[in-house]
């Protein structure tokens, strides 16, 4: 099998003079959710010391960046009725802060926080974060500042409507045409803010918006994707399409490990550069083995 993922790379610059070298083995993001109600761990790393913990072991485990949440975007209207919550901006920083300060006391690794908020990003920077991975794409304009200030890199996701409804209603006519003339329109958006495009990196957002067949379509062609010219991440780590693709549709988060690394083996393949989940060091073993593989096709 070709391997884009092989030839392009990218260089991500981050604050305090350090950079995020992206190509080749993609890269893996490990997820610390910092929330009581988040979809796979949710409830599990409330404690700051134990999340600081949890955050250290992933690094330990292969994570070359680590993702912090404080705010659970699961959709609603879908398999998780509701969704979640929207937590105020406060709240948000309450949970986030004390561990964000204490990794990056602990630690140089990039360290990312998955924020909707232009303040919780602001505050999140202040204390050290290296990236903002922002799931609504630029809904709130002083996100786009915050980043802008920073000069940071910027994670702008794909999805459609709002998060309490998004999984109501879902029409494509042409699903990665679509994906992709609006990812280009939120890199418009980034551009105007004063964001340098060599700091985005995109991600089709799977599980926002689409119906489990259409999660599937767009990991089986990310590399449609290519074309923005920039890094691609995917997230489809223990998510619901996962469960209903199999023959277990009953299949809780925590037992959907197989599904995952199918998706991340499916994804290194088309070419993504960032891959983020639960499972690290599974998931770093899984790309180990897999690079060493591709390496092999490559200099046959
Ligand atoms: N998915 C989730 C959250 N943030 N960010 C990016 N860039 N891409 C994703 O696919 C993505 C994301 C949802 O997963 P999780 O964080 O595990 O759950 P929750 O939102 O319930 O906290």
New binding site residues.
């Given amino acids: 099998m070709e391997t884009a993922t092989l030839t392009r790379t990218w260089t991500l610059r981050l604050p305090r003079e350090r950079s995020l070298e992206l190509g080749g083995r993609p890269r893996v993001m490990g997820?610390l959710?910092l929330?009581p109600?988040?979809?796979?761990?949710?409830g599990l790393w409330l404690d700051p010391p134990r999340a600081v913990e949890r955050g250290l072991r992933m690094l330990a485990e292969g994570a070359e960046i680590l993702?912090l949440?404080a705010?659970?975007?699961?959709p609603g209207g879908g398999v998780?009725g509701e969704g979640?919550r929207t937590v105020p901006p406060e709240e948000e920083a309450g949970r986030l802060l004390p561990v964000l300060e204490a990794l990056r006391a602990a630690t140089g690794a990039p360290i990312s926080v998955?924020t909707r908020k232009g303040e919780v990003a602001r505050q999140a920077l202040a204390a050290g974060a290296d990236l903002i991975?922002?799931?609504t794409a630029l809904s709130d304009p002083l996100l786009g500042a915050a980043v802008a200030d920073a000069g940071c890199p910027l994670?702008l996701?794909h999805s459609r409507g709002d998060l309490a409804t998004m999984q109501r209603g879902i029409r494509f006519h042409d699903l990665l045409s679509e994906v992709l003339a609006e990812l280009q329109a939120s890199v418009r958006r980034a551009l105007g803010l004063g964001i340098a495009e060599e700091q985005l990196?995109l991600?089709p957002?799977?599980?926002?918006g689409k119906t489990w067949e259409q999660n599937l379509a767009l990991i089986r062609r990310l590399e449609d994707l290519a074309p923005l010219g920039r890094p691609l991440?995917?997230?489809?780590?223990?998510?619901s399409f996962i469960a209903k693709a199999s023959a277990r549709p009953d299949a809780p988060p925590e037992r959907r490990l197989g599904g995952s690394l199918a998706a991340v083996a499916w994804a290194a393949s088309q070419g993504a550069a960032i891959v983020?989940v639960?499972d690290v060091a599974e998931t770093a073993q899984f790309l180990d083995v897999w690079y060493a593989v591709a390496r092999q096709g490559a200099d046959a």
Avoid: C, W
Avoid at 37 to 42: C, M, P, R, V
Avoid at 71 to 74: G, K, L, V, Y
């Fill in positions: 997820i959710n929330t109600d988040s979809f796979s761990d949710g993702d949440g705010e659970s975007t699961r998780y979640a998955d991975n922002d799931v994670v996701m990196v991600d957002g799977i599980g926002f991440l995917l997230g489809a780590s223990r998510k983020r639960h």
